[in-house]
């Protein structure tokens, strides 16, 4: 190999078909049965995007092949290993991708095995708790804002709504003890599900490019490193490292708590005509409560006064295939208990959201957004 690798690695062997693309100096391979050639094309043209996305974000891919390869279903997972990455049938290879209001399986699942190579093989966790939020919660992340890059954040939606239901699911479902994320066991519905709505939560607090220098300066500081290996501690430190007091809370909210919104649009309504000056006046009611739980679900009211999106649609937010539908979108100090919004606006909304991309862990989402 010409980079350091962990001792870990595939074999396979199978008569397959193969496709072979160089880009930007690294032969990108992807090796499948002849009969599944149906994705190949969107899997080579994700492994692109990732590659460019993860080398002007976090620094560059240490090796000169990415190879994907095709195995039946008696498994179903992709996984990383140095520049290889087993991928089984089921969930790529033979999934019909051709419906453009469901999420891209093929092209998500790839950015996210790609991701691997930064974030698992570059640097690895500690072999202590919260260790999978250095490889999975960071893979989710990177391969979320590859997936927003192509898709954008209408679409990323649904993709979170889906991560944050399996967190509620999976912590519903707890046989010992919710851990904090950033002591995550063998807990995939935290260092996954959570892990994405989280990692987003921040991107929209700090903003890519100081979370994305963060997440760099902390691979720069571990890369290929055993001694020691770093921990969530030590990813926390780097994504503090220039942020705000208020940010810093939140952060720590996310990580080492286990905090919970209840928002809900309660009430919506609009003007019949518009003004002299062409404007409806809309009004909305949104109740609002912040928890904290303790590991076996008990949760304790907590202040809550932050600035939270408030969003005003013209068609439906659940219609992955509608275009230019956001008429406002503003992020408004929310309190606890009952908040009135009054907002001036020259469309027509259809819909009101609280929140309505799901970048907080927020226990009912349906009830975020409110038809007029
Ligand atoms: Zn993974």
Do not use: C
């Amino acid at each position: 190999m010409d980079a350091p690798i962990i001792n870990f690695y595939a074999v396979q062997s199978a008569e397959l078909e193969s496709k072979k693309v160089e880009y930007n100096g690294v032969n990108i391979e992807v090796y499948f049965h002849k009969s599944h050639a149906w994705n190949v094309d969107r899997m080579i043209e994700s492994v692109q995007d990732s590659i460019d996305y993860f080398t002007q974000a976090f620094g560059p891919y240490q090796h000169k092949q990415l190879r994907i390869i095709e195995f039946p279903r008696y498994r179903s997972f992709a996984q990383s290993f140095a520049n290889t990455v087993p991928y089984s049938e089921s969930i790529g290879f033979v999934t019909d991708s051709r419906d453009e209001s469901k999420i891209d399986l093929p092209y998500y699942v790839t950015a996210h095995e790609v991701a691997h190579q930064w974030w698992g093989h570059q640097v690895s966790g500690a072999n202590v708790e919260g260790a999978a939020v250095m490889s999975e919660t960071l893979s989710q992340y990177s391969a979320l804002m590859v997936l927003e890059k192509r898709f954008g954040p209408e679409k990323l939606r649904k993709f979170l709504k889906y991560e944050l239901d399996r967190y509620l699911m999976g912590r519903t479902g707890e046989a010992f003890e919710e851990m904090p994320l950033y002591k995550t066991q063998a807990q995939q519905y935290l260092h996954y599900n959570k892990g994405s709505v989280v990692m987003m939560a921040i991107y929209d607090r700090l903003g890519e490019k100081r979370l994305n220098a963060a997440l760099k300066a902390f691979l720069n500081e571990f890369r290929y490193q055993s001694t020691p290996y770093p921990t969530t501690l030590d990813l926390l430190s780097y994504l503090k490292q220039d942020a705000t007091q208020a940010e810093q809370n939140f952060i720590d909210d996310q990580f080492k708590y286990i905090t919970l919104y209840e928002l809900e649009m309660k009430e919506v309504s609009i003007s019949d005509e518009a003004d002299s000056d062409g404007f409806y006046s809309v009004t909305l009611n949104v109740e609002a409560v912040k928890q904290r739980a303790d590991g076996q679900g008990e949760e304790t009211e907590q202040p809550l006064d932050e600035l939270i999106d408030i969003v005003l649609f013209s068609d439906d937010p659940e219609n992955l295939l509608a275009e230019d539908f956001v008429i406002y979108s503003q992020k408004h100090q929310i309190v606890t208990g009952t908040n009135i919004i009054e907002l001036r606006v020259k469309e027509k909304p259809l819909f009101a959201g609280v929140d309505p991309y799901v970048k907080l862990v927020d226990k009912d989402n349906v009830n975020n957004l409110a038809k007029f």
